[in-house]
């Protein structure tokens, strides 16, 4: 929910920063803009993508893992839409999405606020500091559903499973 207001009033403001430059300038010059932005979008888009994908090839072909780079893709495709879309504002965090170092400094704050805020969800998820109502939490599955049931049946048949490692005592034999 959270999510869905702030890009809801991220387009309202988007539309009023609009209309506000397009009656100062005059409609064909604000058309012209929009026009201007979105090809600009696309050419910085299809330039970036090229050089980004040869830089994930060569890196599989390393034997690495090309993770930045699948960040670096996701964050084109992110600016490439916000520059299709009529507005000055989505233009202008299109366009920091398609710059490198601006791109870079933008992944560095997310990440940075995406481990804060798993941390902090782990903190308010962790079953011995999380107290709801006073009580500890606790697991809503009954007792033989589940990981934990599977692995109750499968201790009390002590049948080995495939990847199992069985030690053979020489009194057995």
Not at 94 to 109: E, F, I, S, T
Not at 119 to 143: C, I, L, M, V
Request: glycine share 10%; proline share 4%; charged share 20%.
């Amino acid at each position: 929910m959270p999510l869905l207001l702030v890009v809801s009033l991220f387009t309202l403001l988007d539309f009023v920063v609009l209309f506000s430059v397009g009656s100062e300038i005059g409609l064909l010059y604000t058309l012209i803009l929009i026009f201007v932005t979105g090809v600009g979008g696309l050419h910085l888009i299809r330039r970036e993508g090229a050089y980004n994908l040869a830089r994930a090839r060569e890196k599989l072909n390393a034997g690495e893992l090309p993770s930045s780079e699948l960040l670096t893709g996701a964050a084109l495709i992110f600016g490439g839409a916000l520059l299709m879309a009529p507005g000055f504002l989505s233009d202008a965090l299109g366009l920091a999405c398609l710059v490198p170092n601006a791109r870079r400094l933008m992944l560095k704050l997310l990440a940075w606020f995406g481990v804060t805020r798993l941390n902090a969800q782990s903190a308010a998820n962790d079953p011995e500091t999380n107290r709801h109502h006073g009580k500890k939490w606790r697991s809503q599955k009954p007792h033989g559903s589940g990981q934990a049931g599977e692995q109750g049946r499968r201790a009390e048949s002590k049948e080995p499973l495939e990847g199992d490692f069985i030690s053979r005592d020489e009194s057995r034999r």
